[in-house]
């Protein structure tokens, strides 16, 4: 409820304090423990912590792989939250593998036209969009970002 609610320190402190209980109740290699880093992965990202964000989710993913295989739903769900974390660090061409990956898993889980395919497609174009600018700044060593018509030709548009 803390994390719905923007409540970030203090989420972070119950799930630390959550995940300490389940590690003594489940071990350190149960799914439980996965969802719970995958939250804590998550409020460390809102708060601005994205390494220690991108370490959270690595640890998840890791263990939902171990249990349920390569290609499993909650894997799909964790590469996403990696992907995002990785985007934000500035690692875009590992984001888009990583949200590639994620992608593929989700379409072969639940089809081409579920709710989960679109939010990965959205953030797939998130990262494509800072490649798209990352390739316009570094042509011929330029500070060129992507302008829109408006920008460059005013409120009329061009003759085609």
């Known amino acids: 409820m803390q994390?719905?609610?923007?409540?970030?320190?203090?989420?972070?402190?119950?799930?630390i304090r959550a995940l300490a209980i389940k590690e003594v109740v489940y071990g350190t290699e149960h799914p439980e423990i996965a969802r719970t880093l995958g939250n804590l992965g998550i409020v460390h990202q809102q708060l601005g912590k994205f390494e220690a964000?991108?370490?959270?989710?690595?640890?998840?993913?890791?263990?939902?792989?171990?249990i349920y295989g390569t290609?499993?739903?909650?894997?799909?769900r964790t590469l996403g939250n990696l992907g995002n974390v990785q985007l934000q660090l500035?690692?875009?061409e590992a984001a888009r593998a990583t949200l590639t990956r994620a992608l593929a898993i989700?379409?072969?889980?639940?089809?081409t036209e579920h709710p989960e395919i679109a939010i990965t497609?959205?953030?797939l174009g998130n990262v494509q969009r800072q490649l798209g600018r990352e390739i316009l700044e570094n042509r011929d060593g330029s500070e060129r970002v992507r302008r829109?018509?408006?920008?460059?030709?005013g409120r009329r548009k061009p003759n085609a």
């Not at 964000?53 to 171990?66: D, G, N, P, V």
């Not at 290609?71 to 799909?76: D, M, N, T």
């Not at 989700?106 to 089809?111: H, I, N």
């Not at 829109?148 to 030709?153: A, G």
């Open 3 to 15: 994390l719905q609610l923007g409540e970030f320190e203090a989420a972070r402190a119950t799930l």
């Open 53 to 66: 964000a991108r370490a959270i989710q690595q640890r998840a993913l890791a263990i939902f792989e171990a």
């Open 71 to 76: 290609e499993h739903p909650e894997v799909a």
């Open 90 to 92: 500035g690692e875009f």
């Open 106 to 111: 989700k379409e072969a889980v639940y089809g």
């Open 121 to 123: 497609l959205g953030n």
């Open 148 to 153: 829109s018509p408006r920008q460059l030709f």
